[in-house]
């Protein structure tokens, strides 16, 4: 079974590529290196042992984006993670997120059905769920207005294909992620992208090793425990490994309605203050970070409810938030100093 991932060298297409090895997929990867460049593929190799075949494409280049597919006519299911990612920056550029994100993401389901594709997973994401009042947020909870253009690409995208998949033999899967955090265990692989990282654990190793002489945690005035934001990290393997189940869940004929939608989260939430401190507990490192103002399209708190992938797709998160900081941090040393 043959399966292109779009964004493939990102830094959960990477890891997903790795878990789809491992099951048995045939896999293909096409990015346009906008975040990410091809060491995570030199790392596939070392860890998997398989060279993945690349095509470095714009998918909001429909005709440059058909080349995989006239390559690959046999690509049976698409994960679509191609996207920007970075909540404030989407705040200052919204048509820069519009443009990439909604029309990548046309084009690659134009695709899907002028070659038959079976199976579309989706990178969607929690930010759907906008400014909600209350956590846990399951698959039924009703989306609030998204706190950013970011988080409105993905809300407009989910139903972008719903609508376009209706009545046809594609099936989609929208997988909700929250907070998606550490490395692959070798060391080999982790998060590395070209624009400087707006994600907290990748923060704070760079901090940790130097690259950066201190952080900033965003508002220490919400309502919460300690008084910053509440979120919900899942290991990147854990999160990779339910996109390998999604795929299967489709092929095995097990999905009856057109599209469905998972949350994926391990349903317990975490202050920003109580990750620093698990990391330097892991690490032994202390941290150099001081209190800042609340960042504009952040929401307080919000975590998951992941019954329904764990009943439905068989899905059991196995890492912890010590595991997240212990292989984010031997990756952060490891792409510092190379060996
Ligand atoms: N990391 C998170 O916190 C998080 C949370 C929820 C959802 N997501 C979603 O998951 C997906 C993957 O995120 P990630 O963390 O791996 O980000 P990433 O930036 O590491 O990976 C995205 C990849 O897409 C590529 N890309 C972007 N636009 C493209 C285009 N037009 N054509 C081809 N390639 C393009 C980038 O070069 C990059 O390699 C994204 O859709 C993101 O919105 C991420």
């Known amino acids: 079974m043959k399966v292109l991932v779009t964004g493939g ?38 860890i998997t042992g398989v060279k993945v075949p690349y095509f470095h ?7 440059g984006a058909e080349t995989i597919f006239k390559s690959h006519p046999d690509i049976q ?7 920007l990612k970075a909540v404030g920056e989407s705040v200052e550029k919204p048509i820069q997120y519009f443009r990439n994100n909604i029309d990548s993401l046309i084009n690659t389901l134009d695709l899907c059905l002028k070659y038959d594709v079976k199976a579309f997973i989706f990178s969607s994401s929690c930010t759907v769920y906008g400014d909600v009042s209350s956590s846990p947020v399951d698959e039924n909870t009703p989306l609030q207005e998204a706190a950013s253009p970011y988080g409105r690409t993905k809300q407009i995208g989910e139903q972008i294909i719903t609508d376009t998949i209706k009545n046809k033999s594609l099936k989609s899967i929208l997988l909700r992620y929250f907070n998606p955090a550490g490395a692959h265990p070798s060391g080999h692989l982790g998060e590395s992208p070209i624009n400087p990282p707006q994600n907290l654990v990748p923060v704070i190793t760079e901090t940790a090793i130097g690259k950066r002489n201190s952080m900033t945690v965003y508002g220490d005035d919400y309502p919460t425990r300690d008084g910053s934001c509440v979120r919900d990290y899942i290991h990147v393997c854990d999160l990779a490994h339910a996109h390998t189940l999604a795929l299967n869940y489709i092929f095995e004929g097990l999905q009856s309605i057109q599209t469905e939608i998972f949350n994926v989260g391990i349903g317990n939430g975490l202050t920003v203050l109580e990750i620093i401190r698990a990391f330097e507990k892991v690490s032994g490192e202390k941290l150099n970070y001081q209190i800042g ?4 399209g952040d929401i307080m708190a919000i975590y998951s409810d992941y019954r329904k992938a764990k009943n439905l797709l068989g899905w059991n998160p196995k890492y912890n938030v010590n595991d997240i900081m212990h292989t984010a941090w031997l990756w952060e040393k490891n792409r510092s100093n190379p060996k």
């Open 77 to 83: 299911g698409v994960i679509h993670f191609a996207a």
């Open 293 to 296: 103002g609340r960042r504009p």
């Open 57 to 63: 494409i714009d998918l909001c280049d429909l005709s």
């Open 9 to 46: 060298t990102g830094y959960i297409g990477s890891h997903t590529l790795i878990d789809l090895i491992e099951n048995g997929y045939d896999v293909v990867c096409a990015d346009n290196g906008c975040n990410s460049d091809t060491s995570s593929l030199l790392a596939i190799e070392k």
